[in-house]
Structures are given as C-alpha cells and as structure tokens.
C-alpha cells in the first residue's frame, strides 16, 4: 500500500459533503412502514421508514414535530419528506425530516416528485444551462408581494449593502390559485427589461400548500426561457421548491437571495482603498525613480557645460578628417602604384609570350625532323603486317602479304625468305 492514511473524520466528512452538496438529495419523499419511533424530552422523534427490501434511519427534530398535528404510531404508512446527510459521530447515514403526513395524504409529495422528476429528465435543471449573476448590478428585478416580511427584509438588506443599484419591483401575489399566473406575468414583465442585471424571486416560510405555486411546472419552464439570471429566495433554509432547480441560484431564504444578488459596499469600498493604496505606492515609486534618474542627468557634464560635448565631438571630427586625409593619399599612391605596375607586367607578359612562341616553334622543328614523315622523306620506309609495325624477321612468316609505307604511297608484298643477320 503506497496511499498516504488520512483520518477517519476526513473520509466521513466527505462523505457528507458529497451527500450535502447533491441537491437532488436535499428534497426527497419517501413512502415506507413507521417503526422503532423514540420520542426525546426535547421532543426529538427518531425512526426508521423501511419497506420490504430496505430500511433507512430519521430523525425529526422539535421545530419540525411541533408543527404536525397528525398522531403518528408503529406501522403506519407514511410519506416522508427530507434531506439527506450524514451524522458524523455515528457515521450513520440519515433522513433529517421537514415534513411528514400518512401516505393517505401525500399526493402532493408524489405529485412534486413525478414533476421534478419529469422536468429533470427533459433538462431543465442541467447546470450546463446556469447563467452567471453579474459582479455589481446596477438594476435588480424584484418579484414578491409588497405585504410579506419577505419584501421588507429584501429591500432593507439591498438597500444596506448595495445602495448603488436601482430595484425593479413587481408587485405578485405567492400565494393561492391567482399566485402562478402573475409570478409569469411578472417573469416576462422585467426580463423584458434589457437593463436588468438579475431578477430575486422570493417568499417567506411556509406548509407545501403555500408554497405549492413554486411547484407549478409553468413557472419552471418561463424561468427557464428567462434571459435575465435569477434568483431565487423561497421559504427557509429547509424549504426547497421546484424553482430552485431550474434558478441560476438558490438562497436558503430571501434575505440570502438579496445577499447572493450583491456584493457588500463595505467590502468594495476596502477592496477600492487597497487598490488606491497600491497605486498611490506605484505612482510614488515611479515619480522617486523618474526624479532620481532626473538629478542624474542634471548633474552630467554635458548638461552643465554643453561645449564639451561640442568640443569633444569636433576633436573627433578633425581625427577622423585626417584619418580620411591619409586614406585618400594612400588610395592614390596605390593607384599609381597599380598603374605602373600594370604597365610592367603587361611588357613582361610580351617578353615572356615571345620567348614561349619562339621555344615552341623550335619544338615544332625538332619534333618534325624527328617525325616518321621526315624519315620516309630522307629514303626511310615502315613495312606493316595486318596494322603491325615489322621490327625482326621473326615477326614475318613465309608467303605473307607484307605493305611497306614510303613517302609517296605503299607497297604490297610477299615474304619469300626472312634471313636473321649474321652478327659473326
């Protein structure tokens, strides 16, 4: 094993990350059979919700029991509604329960469920299709009821951070039967609005009856054709809506959403005095360096007496004039030099080429006198044997047609004796 251990803690509490950050995972209803329920003093409920083939550990915590008013015992079946995560002391894997209510009154849930299903598989909440929120806004779209807490907190929590920027305000009902049809009025109303940086959609908490307008598929699918980036800030932390998959974020609440809209103007008043300060160090680095480099050149001897630039450069001037001077003469000396010598070697060359004509007349002679033509000229003959020069009599047999070469022709032929001379 070469992998370097790391703690337990480390592994589970990645565990939960990846289970946390899994928004699929963070609303799920579950239909299953009631049992092992212990009810805390603080009134904390602990279950398990198992069918035939599995089973799986929840947890129902007080300000979620408080608000049930169904009486729930051992083996009822029931429609649970959650998130779910990781304890890390156990390292149990759990369901952390919003809502619950006996499955004879969870159509709802399944009905949510077969729509976010749906929706998903046509992909309307891939997060390829997420569009980014601009930096600093100018201009923010607001749609929610101008009588919920929701639009108070919103408004005092931009105005707090961001007071640069300009609200557009919708006023919709988030509510009830009327509810669907004007948040989509209102979805088209600003997101026409070609100046609008992003759009906040939020609400206050509530049951899933009264948040159950965020649910409706064509407030998904107009969002979901909004130019404009949105963002959504509806119910509690836990309260998770059909709009928050198809949104280009989702805040746990509407002050969130007001929070993720805008940057803090305290922390971009810092970030602009940092930036002020580096500049203020930059300029002032440059401007010592530029006025050093100044004294520098003031305090050179050209700049406090120009003529010694001028008399150094005329000095130079006058060295290179009589360079020139000595070049010119040598040039010309060259020259004439090159002319006479040009004049002797062309009589040189006419003495020499003489003396080779007559040397090679001479030749010319001697190798004539020396010549077979010269020879059969003084009397002198060559005799032949089929193109062979005969030298000795025993180069010739008997009857043999012989061609003898004299000056003026030849002679043809036949061996009747060939002799060999007598050296006695």
Not at 143 to 155: C, E, F, G, L, R
Not at 181 to 202: F, G, P, R, S, T
Not at 282 to 300: D, F
Not at 315 to 335: C, G
């Amino acid at each position: 094993m070469t992998n370097k251990a790391v703690a337990v803690s480390e592994i589970v509490g990645l565990i939960k990350s990846t289970l946390d950050n899994n928004i699929h995972l963070q609303q799920v209803s579950m239909l299953g059979e009631l049992s092992n329920v212990a009810i805390s003093a603080n009134n904390h409920w602990y279950f398990t919700l198992k069918d035939e083939k599995a089973r799986l550990s929840c947890v129902m915590f007080s300000n979620v029991s408080k608000r049930i008013k169904t009486p729930f015992k051992e083996g009822d079946q029931v429609i649970v509604f959650g998130r779910i995560s990781l304890y890390e002391a156990s390292g149990n894997i759990q369901c952390y329960v919003m809502d619950m209510q006996l499955s004879g009154i969870g159509n709802l849930y399944v009905q949510l469920e077969k729509t976010r299903k749906k929706l998903a598989e046509q992909g309307y909440f891939d997060e390829s299709k997420k569009k980014p929120i601009p930096r600093y806004p100018q201009n923010i779209g607001l749609i929610t009821s101008n009588q919920t807490a929701a639009y108070h907190d919103v408004m005092s929590t931009l105005s707090r951070r961001w007071p640069l920027a300009k609200i557009n305000f919708y006023h919709s009902q988030v509510q009830g039967e009327a509810a669907v049809n004007q948040l989509i009025e209102a979805l088209k109303y600003l997101d026409n609005q070609q100046h609008l940086d992003c759009i906040l959609m939020v609400r206050g908490g509530g049951s899933i009856e009264d948040l159950w307008c965020f649910n409706d598929e064509r407030v998904v699918l107009e969002i979901a054709s909004c130019r404009t980036p949105i963002i959504s800030g509806v119910g509690h932390e836990s309260d998770i809506t059909l709009i928050d998959y198809v949104v280009d974020k989702r805040a746990p609440t509407p002050t969130g959403a007001a929070e993720l809209a805008t940057p803090h103007k305290d922390d971009v008043l810092f970030s602009l005095l940092k930036q002020r300060e580096l500049m203020h160090q930059s300029i002032t680095k440059t401007l010592h360096l530029k006025r050093h480099n100044l004294e520098t050149l003031k305090s050179h001897r050209f700049v406090n007496d120009p003529q010694i630039l001028t008399s150094e450069l005329k000095h130079t001037l006058e060295i290179s004039k009589n360079r020139l001077l000595v070049a010119v003469d040598k040039l010309i000396q060259l020259k004439d030099n090159l002319s006479h010598d040009r004049k002797t070697m062309h009589q040189l060359i006419k003495v020499v080429l003489e003396s080779k004509k007559q040397a090679l007349r001479h030749q010319k002679t001697h190798l004539h006198a020396l010549s077979h033509q010269s020879a059969l000229k003084r009397g002198y003959s060559i005799t032949y044997q089929q193109g062979k020069i005969i030298k000795s009599v025993h180069d010739v047999n008997q009857n043999q047609q012989l061609i003898t070469l004299v000056s003026d022709g030849t002679i043809a032929s036949i061996v009747k004796e060939a002799k060999e001379k007598n050296h006695e």
